[in-house]
């Protein structure tokens, strides 16, 4: 069964930066795209960044603005995907989440929250 298991969250100051993670683990993750999602409050769930499974590859939102860094790496049974997040703005806050791209897998995580207010 896949699982996800995000981390990394917080509360920042407007400029400030995070950096999430998010463990997955599942056989059906092998060669994979994987992305994180936000779901900000009274908004629908929306994509921030891709990256491909040999991590060469990205896609980013318009909003991202290169204020983004999506990585990953691939173990045999457990894959690692990381969102560098800097000069965050308050419109950035949210609970962000990982989940297989374009289609995402039916179960999501319980994502991580990430306040960005003075």
């Known amino acids: 069964q896949v699982q996800f298991v995000e981390s990394g969250g917080g509360l920042v100051q407007p400029g400030g930066s995070l950096r999430l993670s998010c463990a997955n683990s599942?056989?059906?993750?092998?060669?994979?795209?994987m992305a994180w999602y936000r779901r900000a409050p009274g908004k629908e769930r929306e994509f921030v960044a891709a990256?491909?499974?040999?991590?060469?590859?990205?896609?980013?939102a318009e909003f991202v603005e290169a204020r983004f860094t999506i990585s990953r790496t691939n173990g045999r049974n457990t894959n690692t995907v990381y969102l560098q997040m800097d000069n965050l703005k308050p419109e950035d806050t949210a609970v962000y989440y990982c989940?297989?791209?374009?289609?995402?897998?039916?179960?999501w995580g319980q994502g991580t929250q990430v306040t960005v207010s003075s």
């Open positions: 989940n297989t791209y374009p289609r995402p897998q039916r179960n």
């Open positions: 599942g056989a059906i993750l092998h060669g994979s795209t």
């Open positions: 990256v491909y499974w040999h991590g060469t590859r990205t896609s980013y």
